[in-house]
């Protein structure tokens, strides 16, 4: 059975599926493993040192995408420069493992069930104790949560750290997160590591002793409704409770010197968490970074992957964070490729057991169709 690794083709994609450690594990598991020429340059990772584990080298990018029976991917297919669509490449019947962001652009999953390929959407992997070796969404969110505190670091007129000195005492930053996820209880560690005060928020109240065992402080929002939905995600909250929300997040917004937004509802556009007028209350030279950008953003004012100046304010809206740091990134992701791809064979064989509760849940088109209700309704 072949296992091929894809270049990348999206533009703003750094990372990599597997790095040349994992390529050796899946050889020494008797696995052949093929890898685009150039796949992982942009991660550092050299043709050389893939060849060294034990992958074979192919430069022809349609002969390794028609010859794969699981294909491994970060980025969602895409279409080629040269014309059609990486999904057409792809033999019938084979395995494709990436992201694939079945929920915001359900029509590539569409694409992929007609072609009958068997796609299964890091996405999609339930967030429970036995698949998260195979959490991809959230070794992602805290590289991101990470970079956020350094990007804000390094754009705030400001020292992040209390510091004493023969010139007089310096205060420390005010940081305040919004939405303690992944992203955001790792933003928190960073930002408190750099010596920031850092306040944070979240509608799901369970994180409150997370948010308060990092050295932050907890913002609390009492709500009439339940927040948290099916797999610990949030829900969105009616407009009653937004108000709420807005009306007590104000006054911590305002005194921040930073704010970083991390707030995302699955499916659903972000939720709009910093209004103007918030903005507005900001102190000139203050930042803000707004994890949400590529979702429509958690703050009114951001433009996706831009740096703006907006009343003495910079807003900052990153794209693929995770991307900016691709040796980690793909580090980790493709120990969560691997994981997965250990459920999807059998003595050295393609076997896909709907019986596997992870396994159903991330594979999304099987055999000409869309497994997944959700993604059948995003299509309507
Ligand atoms: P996410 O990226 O979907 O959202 C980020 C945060 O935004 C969440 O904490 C969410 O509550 C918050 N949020 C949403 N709407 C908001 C609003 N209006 N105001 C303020 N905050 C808002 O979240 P995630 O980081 O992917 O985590 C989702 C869930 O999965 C969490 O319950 C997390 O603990 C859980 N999880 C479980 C495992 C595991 O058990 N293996 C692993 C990772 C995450």
């Not at 994609?13 to 340059?41: H, S």
């Not at 990018?61 to 969602?76: F, G, M, N, R």
């Not at 693929?320 to 059998?346: C, D």
Request: with cysteine; charged share 20%; glycine share 6%.
């Amino acid at each position: 059975m072949r296992i091929a690794v894809a270049k990348e083709i999206e533009v703003c994609e750094r990372r990599v599926a597997l790095n040349p450690d994992t390529v050796a594990r899946l050889v020494k598991q008797g696995l052949e493993v093929w890898v685009e020429t150039g796949a992982g340059e942009r991660s550092f990772f050299s043709d050389s040192a893939y060849e060294a584990a034990g992958a074979k080298i192919i430069s022809d990018s349609a002969t390794l995408w028609q010859q794969a029976d699981i294909l491994l991917k970060v980025s969602p297919p895409q279409e080629r420069e040269n014309g059609g669509s990486e999904v057409e490449l792809l033999k019938e019947g084979a395995v494709l493992v990436s992201f694939l962001n079945p929920l915001g652009n359900p029509v590539v999953a569409q694409q992929l069930a007609n072609r009958q390929i068997t796609a299964l959407s890091m996405e999609m992997i339930p967030r429970t104790t036995r698949a998260q070796s195979m959490d991809a969404l959230s070794s992602q969110a805290s590289l991101a949560g990470y970079k956020a505190v350094l990007i804000a670091a390094a754009a705030l007129p400001k020292y992040f750290p209390m510091l004493t000195t023969a010139a007089g005492t310096i205060a420390p930053a005010k940081v305040f997160i919004m939405g303690a996820g992944v992203a955001g209880l790792q933003a928190i560690a960073t930002a408190r590591r750099l010596g920031a005060v850092v306040e944070a928020f979240d509608i799901r109240p369970a994180v409150k002793e997370e948010v308060q065992s990092l050295g932050a402080k907890f913002v609390e929002v009492k709500l009439e409704e339940e927040t948290v939905a099916a797999g610990g995600y949030a829900k969105e909250i009616s407009e009653a409770s937004k108000q709420r929300t807005q009306e007590v997040v104000a006054e911590h917004v305002k005194n921040a010197d930073v704010v970083i937004t991390t707030a995302q509802v699955p499916g659903r556009q972000a939720p709009r968490l910093v209004t103007e007028e918030m903005v507005a209350q900001m102190k000139p030279g203050s930042v803000i970074v707004d994890l949400a950008a590529e979702q429509g953003g958690n703050c009114a004012c951001t433009e996706p992957g831009k740096d703006i100046v907006w009343n003495g304010v910079t807003i900052i809206g990153p794209i693929n964070l995770p991307s900016s740091m691709p040796v980690h990134a793909s580090q980790l992701y493709s120990k969560n490729v691997t994981s997965l791809i250990q459920l999807l064979i059998k003595d050295k064989a393609l076997q896909v057991d709907f019986a596997d509760d992870i396994v159903d849940a991330a594979c999304i088109t099987h055999a000409g169709e869309i497994r997944n209700q959700r993604v059948r309704d995003a299509l309507q």
